[in-house]
């Protein structure tokens, strides 16, 4: 088996193959197989423990909980951000055993639990970046959104992202390059535009006057809100870092210029940039929980 075969792709202008087609003509080669198996082993020993260990300090809160109490809003964000990541990890599983085994199914649910896990990643970044701002730029409005209507609210919107995710998956399937190409710029843009938005929100209401301050000084920021502050601008980093990534690979995949060599190294290059991402809210929910000292 050639590490790259070019009678194995279609030519480069061909807008009939499929997302899943041209994954699969990508990882029937030599590098393809090496970096799914890497990728697979980097996920067991990094963020499987990590996922463990947050379900871990969960289950051991919840036994805490008095009658009565609530899980914040962020936790629960943080949970269903664990329950994706190993649903990613089995993903990943079995694509490498349909990679390895030549068997096209497993190829393929394979892809289409990575194509689902992707975007409701990012989706649950933004879920947990409107929590943040609520918090800080609308406290009277959070703390009512805590109970009752708040939770129904709060799951109404999991379950969104949650079908959105799957939802995604069906671009597997679709044979127009240029399609794709707008559907995930579109998505990129309103991510982005968003947690922008939260960020520079959040930051405006730190940085201004407070009530009685006379313009003189500027009071210190409750800490509460510097956490809030902390923790979207790291999102924004990392997401920033994989949106541009992901943008990139979006206009590169659906060029008639590059060609098909070019295209699937940018795709192995896709799944290691999701990691750092992988690895925030974890981290954070940890961190509050007294830890991980940041």
Request: one cysteine or more; hydrophobic letters at 45%.
């Amino acid at each position: 088996m050639s590490v790259y075969s070019s009678s194995s792709f279609p030519p480069a202008n061909s807008s009939s193959i499929t997302l899943f087609k041209f994954i699969q003509k990508c990882y029937n080669t030599t590098v393809g197989t090496y970096t799914v198996i890497t990728f697979t082993v980097t996920l067991l020993l990094l963020i499987l423990p990590l996922c463990v260990f947050v379900i871990y300090l969960g289950f051991q809160r919840w036994r805490q909980q008095r009658s009565g109490t609530t899980t914040s809003h962020s936790d629960v964000v943080t949970f269903h951000m664990v329950a994706i990541e190993l649903m990613n990890i089995v993903g990943n599983i079995v694509f490498c055993i349909g990679v390895l085994t030549r068997l096209r199914q497993l190829m393929m649910a394979g892809v289409c639990i990575f194509i689902t896990y992707s975007c409701g990643q990012l989706l649950f970044h933004i879920l947990t970046c409107v929590e943040r701002y609520l918090a800080v730029v609308h406290p009277v409005t959070y703390l009512g959104l805590k109970k009752g209507k708040g939770i129904r609210l709060r799951n109404i919107s999991i379950g969104c992202v949650w079908l959105l995710s799957f939802a995604n998956a069906c671009l597997l399937f679709v044979e127009d390059t240029h399609s794709i190409n707008i559907i995930y710029s579109c998505n990129l843009s309103f991510i982005f535009m968003v947690i922008c938005f939260c960020s520079l929100s959040v930051l405006y209401v730190l940085i201004r006057p407070g009530p009685g301050a006379g313009g003189e000084g500027r009071p210190r920021a409750d800490q509460s809100k510097m956490r809030a502050f902390y923790t979207i601008m790291i999102i924004l980093g990392v997401l920033f870092f994989r949106l541009v990534v992901t943008a990139v690979n979006s206009n590169v995949y659906s060029s008639p210029v590059v060609g098909q060599t070019e295209k699937c190294s940018l795709w192995f290059s896709l799944a290691w940039f999701t990691l750092p991402s992988s690895l925030v809210l974890p981290l954070l929910f940890i961190h509050r929980a007294g830890k991980l000292s940041l």
